[in-house]
């Protein structure tokens, strides 16, 4: 198996799927010298300027084209550059791209996957970090995925390719570059987590970054004597519910960690199917990480001040166990 | 349109076209009122059949075209079924959109209708993405985007437009100019010339037209789209009309300064002008009677059978929002 960077391997992904089927085609800013971060490098050299595609600053119109290019018949990947830029299209996304299936009734379909790479990049600011991930787990019609892995952002980004809804994928840019094996052949459903670690005394749930941060976590929490389980949901919607219930009733205890704000961030829609379904299986208090409710800075120690360590959630893995 | 060229079997079609839209507005207007059928908002386009009229005579079903939430007449001028639009405006089985989208989300794939928008200017980008997909696939078809003049002061305008000119796609931008924003006079909100003017600064050919002249309408609709379809770059049409009623049905529109609409009526209907156009050409009112009527009847009957259409199914309400994460499967 080939040993690919978590960006190489979602390049390979478009590749397959661009050679697979001729109808996939990528737009967005800066598309042609390889995208801003060298996800796209090469592709034009291998399809051409008009499938891959270098659009104007305009992010409206790159989606809302995007979607209009889907309901012609094609399959648009749209790059937003930074998640942070996609604000710019919240229309487009929102009340177009989601709605449009259900409000004409089921005549269209909108097949498009929407990149968005977010999270904290060492000093990027306010506009250029945010991890808004639990908002579009709040519209109905989108499919909302966060890979953390090479392999799963190979195999996720397939997946969302090939399926005929409208996805918001939600790459990490911190971890670019991060190395793993990657199949090309294994084939990953998207709403099915991954157990990055089995353990009996403590459930840790995570997703994107943050869930690498909770397998250094449960490392650390293993030289103690605590065997955390890992689990890597890597799509919010769907989600899946059945494996952290399982682990949450093997295990008793619950840690929820992510890099986003931790008020009304998806941690509490974690949490509260636990508390709903499985708090009989509960031995001790819930924990939820995320970053408070502030805004991110530009200065490396005040940017710190928002991030969610290893150190934090072992921390709180540990006080679940009464340790 | 001088009469020397005028075809009075065209004139007949365009005349019936535009009975037909109008009849089917003032029973829908009927309905919602009188009836109350129509439960939510609907905009009517009353005085403004001739854009929708002209412009569609002059496309192919297989074209792509995108409305607004003021869209009846374009829907219907662009073949759809009466029937199933008064059924989606009632909320019943059987309506275009299976009585979940109602006026203002109105669409029908099967006749190149990709849908209405209730969001003003937003369908403009999405109009231009329709071109470019058409573009990629190598396909034969042009695409007709309407918007109203208040979508002129969204940013959509200005990206959509650009986005056409950048990619050269085969898009007809057509400024449907009612003269209101809503409840408020656009040349009060607008600045600079107005739309055309800010088309051509894009580099779009803009063209003006008088868009209560149906007549007028097809012929420069049907220049443009021939010269589209030739691999012509991307143009604009704005039309100047009136709307003769509110912004909703349920809109008095008592902010129009007074005798505006009545002079508007008596001068510029587009239906009485060319009914005019016929009666100088020699068709009798006989005739011209006829096809009024008629249009009304089938409207009337339009609106009978949908009122007797029963609601959509209740197990429809999970249906066609996902495949993955489907709320037929989980809900919560």
Redesign the interface.
Same mark, same amino acid.
């Given at each position: 198996m080939p040993k690919l960077t978590y960006a190489q391997a979602a390049l390979e992904a478009i590749r397959h799927s661009m050679t697979a089927d001729p109808?996939v085609?990528c737009v967005g800013e800066d598309l042609g010298r390889g995208g801003v971060f060298g996800q796209y490098k090469g592709l034009r050299e291998e399809f051409g300027e008009?499938?891959i595609?270098d #659009?104007?600053i305009?992010e409206?119109?790159i989606?809302? #084209?995007?979607?209009? #290019?889907?309901?012609?018949?094609?399959r648009p990947i749209v790059e937003m550059r930074f998640a942070d830029f996609a604000l710019c299209a919240t229309?487009?996304l929102v009340?177009?791209i989601a709605k449009?299936?259900?409000?004409?009734?089921?005549?269209?379909r909108a097949p498009m996957v929407i990149r968005k790479p977010m999270g904290l990049w060492r000093s990027s600011a306010a506009q250029h970090s945010q991890s808004l991930e639990s908002w579009y787990t709040h519209i109905?019609?989108?499919?909302v995925v966060c890979p953390a892995t090479p392999q799963d952002n190979y195999s996720l980004l397939r997946a969302a390719i090939h399926?005929?809804?409208?996805v918001v994928y939600l790459e990490h840019k911190n971890i670019w570059a991060n190395e793993g094996e990657v199949d090309f052949d294994l084939e990953i459903p998207?709403?099915e987590a991954d157990i990055r670690r089995s353990g009996k005394d403590v459930t840790i749930v995570s997703w994107s970054n943050t869930a690498n941060v909770a397998v250094e976590a449960a490392n650390a929490l293993a030289k103690d004597g605590v065997e955390a389980e890992v689990i890597d949901l890597r799509s919010l919607?769907?989600w899946d519910?059945s494996a952290v219930i399982e682990s949450v009733r093997k295990t008793g205890r619950l840690v929820v960690a992510h890099e986003s704000v931790s008020v009304g961030g998806f941690g509490a829609e974690v949490v509260a199917t636990v508390a709903e379904t499985a708090a009989d299986a509960l031995k001790g208090r819930i924990r939820r990480l995320g970053a408070p409710r502030s805004l991110i800075a530009y200065a490396p120690n005040l940017e710190d001040k928002m991030r969610v360590t290893a150190e934090m959630i072992s921390a709180a893995a540990l006080e679940t166990t009464g340790s | 349109m001088g009469q020397e060229n005028f075809d009075p079997k065209r004139g007949r079609a365009l005349l019936r076209m535009m009975e037909r839209i109008r009849a089917f507005e003032e029973q829908a207007c009927l309905a919602a009122e009188r009836d109350k059928l129509v439960l939510g908002a609907i905009h009517p386009s009353i005085g403004q059949e001739a854009v929708a009229t002209g412009v569609m005579s002059t496309l192919n079903q297989s074209d792509?075209l +995108?409305s607004t939430h003021r869209g009846h007449g374009h829907t219907l001028a662009k073949g759809a079924d009466p029937v199933a639009m008064m059924r989606e405006l009632l909320g019943r089985e059987g *309506?275009?959109?299976?009585?979940?989208?109602g006026s203002m989300?109105i669409?029908?794939?099967n006749v190149g209708m990709?849908?209405a928008?209730?969001?003003v200017s937003?369908n403009?980008?999405?109009?231009?993405?329709?071109?470019?997909?058409?573009? +990629? +696939?190598g396909?034969k078809r042009i695409v007709v985007d309407i918007f109203g003049d208040g979508a002129i002061n969204r *940013?959509?305008f200005l990206?959509?437009l650009?986005?056409a000119m950048?990619?050269d796609l085969p898009i007809l931008f057509i400024c449907e100019d009612n003269q209101y924003s809503a409840t408020t006079k656009t040349s009060s909100m607008t600045g600079g010339e107005g739309a055309a003017a800010r088309a051509s600064a894009l580099g779009l050919r803009a063209t003006v037209v008088d868009g209560n002249d149906v007549e007028v309408v097809a012929d420069v609709s049907a220049e443009i789209c021939g010269r589209l379809r030739e691999g012509g770059k991307p143009e604009f049409l704005h039309a100047l009309t009136y709307r003769q009623t509110g912004h909703t049905s349920f809109d008095p529109a008592a902010y129009r300064p007074e005798g505006e609409a009545a002079e508007q009526k008596a001068k510029h209907d587009p239906i009485a002008r060319q009914r005019d156009m016929l009666a100088t050409a020699g068709v009798s009112e006989d005739e011209l009677d006829a096809i009024h009527i008629d249009a009304s009847a089938e409207m009337i009957e339009a609106l009978r059978l949908a009122a007797a259409s029963p609601f959509p199914d209740d197990a429809t309400v999970f249906?066609?929002?996902?495949?993955? *994460?489907s709320?037929a499967?989980?809900a919560y």
């Amino acid at each position: 198996m080939p040993k690919l960077t978590y960006a190489q391997a979602a390049l390979e992904a478009i590749r397959h799927s661009m050679t697979a089927d001729p109808k996939v085609w990528c737009v967005g800013e800066d598309l042609g010298r390889g995208g801003v971060f060298g996800q796209y490098k090469g592709l034009r050299e291998e399809f051409g300027e008009d499938r891959i595609s270098d #659009a104007p600053i305009s992010e409206a119109a790159i989606m809302g #084209a995007a979607f209009g #290019a889907a309901l012609a018949g094609t399959r648009p990947i749209v790059e937003m550059r930074f998640a942070d830029f996609a604000l710019c299209a919240t229309d487009e996304l929102v009340n177009q791209i989601a709605k449009a299936r259900f409000m004409f009734g089921g005549q269209s379909r909108a097949p498009m996957v929407i990149r968005k790479p977010m999270g904290l990049w060492r000093s990027s600011a306010a506009q250029h970090s945010q991890s808004l991930e639990s908002w579009y787990t709040h519209i109905p019609g989108l499919v909302v995925v966060c890979p953390a892995t090479p392999q799963d952002n190979y195999s996720l980004l397939r997946a969302a390719i090939h399926c005929d809804d409208p996805v918001v994928y939600l790459e990490h840019k911190n971890i670019w570059a991060n190395e793993g094996e990657v199949d090309f052949d294994l084939e990953i459903p998207i709403g099915e987590a991954d157990i990055r670690r089995s353990g009996k005394d403590v459930t840790i749930v995570s997703w994107s970054n943050t869930a690498n941060v909770a397998v250094e976590a449960a490392n650390a929490l293993a030289k103690d004597g605590v065997e955390a389980e890992v689990i890597d949901l890597r799509s919010l919607w769907p989600w899946d519910k059945s494996a952290v219930i399982e682990s949450v009733r093997k295990t008793g205890r619950l840690v929820v960690a992510h890099e986003s704000v931790s008020v009304g961030g998806f941690g509490a829609e974690v949490v509260a199917t636990v508390a709903e379904t499985a708090a009989d299986a509960l031995k001790g208090r819930i924990r939820r990480l995320g970053a408070p409710r502030s805004l991110i800075a530009y200065a490396p120690n005040l940017e710190d001040k928002m991030r969610v360590t290893a150190e934090m959630i072992s921390a709180a893995a540990l006080e679940t166990t009464g340790s | 349109m001088g009469q020397e060229n005028f075809d009075p079997k065209r004139g007949r079609a365009l005349l019936r076209m535009m009975e037909r839209i109008r009849a089917f507005e003032e029973q829908a207007c009927l309905a919602a009122e009188r009836d109350k059928l129509v439960l939510g908002a609907i905009h009517p386009s009353i005085g403004q059949e001739a854009v929708a009229t002209g412009v569609m005579s002059t496309l192919n079903q297989s074209d792509y075209l +995108l409305s607004t939430h003021r869209g009846h007449g374009h829907t219907l001028a662009k073949g759809a079924d009466p029937v199933a639009m008064m059924r989606e405006l009632l909320g019943r089985e059987g *309506g275009c959109c299976g009585g979940k989208g109602g006026s203002m989300h109105i669409a029908d794939f099967n006749v190149g209708m990709l849908g209405a928008n209730g969001v003003v200017s937003a369908n403009i980008t999405i109009a231009a993405g329709a071109a470019h997909g058409i573009k +990629l +696939l190598g396909d034969k078809r042009i695409v007709v985007d309407i918007f109203g003049d208040g979508a002129i002061n969204r *940013g959509p305008f200005l990206e959509g437009l650009n986005w056409a000119m950048v990619f050269d796609l085969p898009i007809l931008f057509i400024c449907e100019d009612n003269q209101y924003s809503a409840t408020t006079k656009t040349s009060s909100m607008t600045g600079g010339e107005g739309a055309a003017a800010r088309a051509s600064a894009l580099g779009l050919r803009a063209t003006v037209v008088d868009g209560n002249d149906v007549e007028v309408v097809a012929d420069v609709s049907a220049e443009i789209c021939g010269r589209l379809r030739e691999g012509g770059k991307p143009e604009f049409l704005h039309a100047l009309t009136y709307r003769q009623t509110g912004h909703t049905s349920f809109d008095p529109a008592a902010y129009r300064p007074e005798g505006e609409a009545a002079e508007q009526k008596a001068k510029h209907d587009p239906i009485a002008r060319q009914r005019d156009m016929l009666a100088t050409a020699g068709v009798s009112e006989d005739e011209l009677d006829a096809i009024h009527i008629d249009a009304s009847a089938e409207m009337i009957e339009a609106l009978r059978l949908a009122a007797a259409s029963p609601f959509p199914d209740d197990a429809t309400v999970f249906l066609d929002v996902q495949d993955i *994460g489907s709320p037929a499967v989980e809900a919560y």
